[in-house]
């Protein structure tokens, strides 16, 4: 094909081809004419690969040849940034390779092949600073005639006039389809009308506000189907005049306007109008806001407000009411009776004013503190004399909501807790005393213990459930024990069974007296015993009772053999 072929046959393939489908084919035409081994349409991105827009022969845009056409774009900013033509031959790239561009082995595999095409590098640089559209061209130079830059100017920009086109065609498409989707989900209703006044778009706020579906209003007019009908002649020379000149007339910022519902019933709305120019037509956009909510809220609040008057009349807390400083706006009886003083003594005031001087102090650092950390404040504190017993209150200082980040103000609670700590301080004083009591019992029982450990005689206490509670060294010394005393602390009765029958010369004679003594609850003394290696020893016992409640044995041994 000839050059103004080339370019005639895509002038008829891409200007309504909003998808560069045709666009292999317009390449596959240009590499023809002019005796191009490949062909390839490029968007380059800054600092990435560039996007491929479409490549003739398929497989032709090999990842070496990319990065090396990047790296000449690269090279020549003039051409970049003026728009023209780069003739340059194509070798290998350098070392310098980025993410996805081939090995050093790739390379070299392709180096001949590539060192022996060159490329003719178009770059069309669109208006508006968008970015260009680049046009290669890979074949033998030689063979490239005089018009071959001049065709391939023309067939770029025109790539590139369509790519433009067909990239502001989605993007409005895509603004609409947001648009769309924002209408649909904006909390308020919105309903459009042309120049006619007639319905054309509703979202589904409105439907659900009006209690109309789509269906029954599109293309109806405005007045007749939203408007009573005593607001018919305001309405139109209102809108009439809004639609024809701009001007707001009476449709001037927001106001309130009843409107029909689908079930003949009227609701008072908030509608803020908007004028819309499309094209050459102006279109009528109504923001409505169901202004029965806004009533409702303001008379919730009116409530509100009356319940805290009422609250703060019978509770029997202090309550204030503060500004953002900390000064009284409000306060109640009870805290002018807990303050001892009258309300006007305190409204104006800082509200740590009914606080005791000696606490005042700290209860407003502690209060800043928690400001700065946005947290309640919470704490105990002593309120000022006022002739009578000292009074100690409970502190709850919380924030007020506002619109912004700065609270609108403070509610304070003072609750009397003067019993409690009394109690305390009785509690105090009782457990103080207690754990003087406990210090005394473990001293004395160290003592004892010292006692039993160092005794002459052999030691031995077994409590109720025949476990081993006290056991001497002398105790084990008669009884040959190897183990240290501590050992058998808490270890059954039963556990010396055997070192007694190796010690005593009759040890069944002993162990029944034993449970005879112990079944009997019967205190005995001096009762002797031979050992099996001559030595006699001397036993005393006695049951250990408590409150009148048996709590174990006591066992005395000692070597009376020295005595005979």
Known sequence: ????????????RVREDRRFESLPAVLEQFAGAFGGRAALALRPRPGESAEVLAVYPPGAADPALLARIGGLVGEHPEVTVAGGCLSAPLLPAGPGRGPGQPSAG???????????????????QPPGGRIPCVLVLVGDSARWAADTQSTARSLAALIAAQYRRASEMLERADLEQITRALL??????????????????????????????????LGHD?????????????????IDLFLRTGAPGEFAGTMPVSVLRGDGSELTVELTPLPIMAGDRTYFCSFLRDLSELERAHAELAASQAR?????????????????????TFVNERWSVLGGGPEDEFTGAPWTQVLHPDDAGQVAREWARARVEGSELRTDCRLRPNGGPQLWVHAAVAALPD????????LVALTNVSARKRAEEEGGRLLAAEQAARRRLADQTERLNSLIATAVPGVLFIDENDVIVQLNQSYADLLGL???????????????????????????????????????RQRVAGARLACADGRTVECDYWPVFVSGHYRGDLWLLRDVSADR
């Open 222 to 238: 405005m007045r007749s189907v939203l408007v009573p009908e005593r607001l018919h002649a305001w309405f139109k020379a209102g």
């Open 184 to 217: 649909e989900a904006a909390p308020d209703g919105v309903i459009i009308a042309n120049e006619a006044q007639r319905i054309v778009m509703m979202n589904a706020a409105a439907e659900q506000l009006l209690r109309r579906t789509r269906a029954d209003v």
């Open 403 to 410: 619109g912004d980040d700065r609270p609108a103000g403070f």
């Open 1 to 12: 094909m000839s050059p103004a072929a080339v370019l005639e046959f895509a002038w008829d």
């Open 308 to 328: 805290f008057q009422l609250l703060s009349v019978l509770a029997p807390v202090g309550i204030a009411q503060t500004d953002r400083g900390g000064v009284c």
């Open 106 to 124: 790739q390379d070299s595999q392709r180096g001949a092949q590539l060192g022996a095409q060159s490329a003719l590098i178009t770059v069309a």
């Open 482 to 520: 190897t183990d240290s005393p501590a050992f058998y602390v808490g270890v059954p009765a039963s556990r010396l069974t055997g070192h007694i029958e190796r010690t005593l010369a009759d040890p069944a004679d002993f162990i029944a007296r034993i449970a005879k003594y112990h079944l009997a």
